[in-house]
């Protein structure tokens, strides 16, 4: 069964930091990349970061440095702590998973979370 569920965000003033929690299945942790989305209103969604099934990550040139994604094996949960929040941060949040075991191009994502809206004002 698919499932990513996510939860966290808020709303936060810049330079605050907040966390996203994200919910998913073991064979997602074992085989795939997961990673964390973003879209502002109006745009499209982009990629912030992926990690994949051994722990190596990737970031967007805008999260690096201030955010960090990371999961928990033993929880099947992925995190993303956002650190040093700008208002081009706001936006719905995604978690997603990929299923492709060998590669984590920001285009292969096809299973998604419900969402979740971060505001930085």
């Not at 939860?7 to 929690?21: D, E, K, P």
């Not at 650190?83 to 060998?102: F, Q, V």
Request: glycine share 12%.
């Amino acid at each position: 069964d698919v499932q990513l569920v996510e939860s966290g965000g808020g709303s936060v003033q810049a330079g605050g930091s907040l966390r996203h929690s994200c919910a998913a299945s073991d064979y997602m942790f074992m085989t795939y990349c997961l990673g964390w989305f973003r879209q502002a209103p109006g745009e499209e969604r982009d990629g912030v970061a992926v990690i994949d099934k051994d722990g190596s990550t990737g970031y967007a040139d805008s999260a690096k440095g201030r955010f960090t994604i990371t999961k928990d094996s033993a929880k099947n949960t992925l995190y993303l702590q956002m650190n040093n929040l700008k208002p081009e941060d706001t936006g719905m949040y995604y978690c997603a998973s990929n299923n492709n075991p060998y590669g984590c191009p920001w285009d292969s994502y096809v299973y998604w979370g419900q969402g979740t809206q971060v505001t930085v004002s």
